[in-house]
Each structure stands twice: as structure tokens, then as C-alpha cells.
């Protein structure tokens, strides 16, 4: 798996799953789930970077307050 280091603000399956360290098939997953913020257009997922890190926050956030 390859390391983004400069993500772009809109992402797709590949680089959001390479951004979070985590399978496309767990994040095909998370995102049919609305689990983790994003849109489908079309037939394809898109993710904003911005939203994603907010809730990488928001979970580590419940993480610490709830351990």
C-alpha cells in the first residue's frame, strides 16, 4: 500500500483507503454504511480530505472521552 503525502481535497476510494492506512474493501464498507463521511456521484465514492481528518477528530475525540 502506498503512502499519499500530499492528498488531494477531493479523493477517491484508492486514495482515501491509502490516506487512512485501510483496505478499499473496509472502506467500500464504512462509506455504504454511512459510516464515514462522503458522496457517491454517479456510481463512484468521492471524499473530502477536510471532512475525513473532522472525523478522524470527532473519533479520536470519543475515543479519549470514552476510553
Known sequence: MT??????EIMNIS???QYLRIS???LYKLAQE???PCQKVGRHWRFR???IDHWL???R???QQNP
Not at 3 to 8: D, Q, V
Open 49 to 51: 480530505k477536510e471532512a
Open 15 to 17: 486514495e482515501t483507503a
Open 3 to 8: 503512502i499519499i503525502n500530499n492528498p488531494p
Open 57 to 59: 477528530e470527532e473519533k
Open 34 to 36: 454511512g459510516r464515514i
Open 61 to 63: 475525540s470519543y475515543i
Open 24 to 26: 478499499s474493501s473496509s
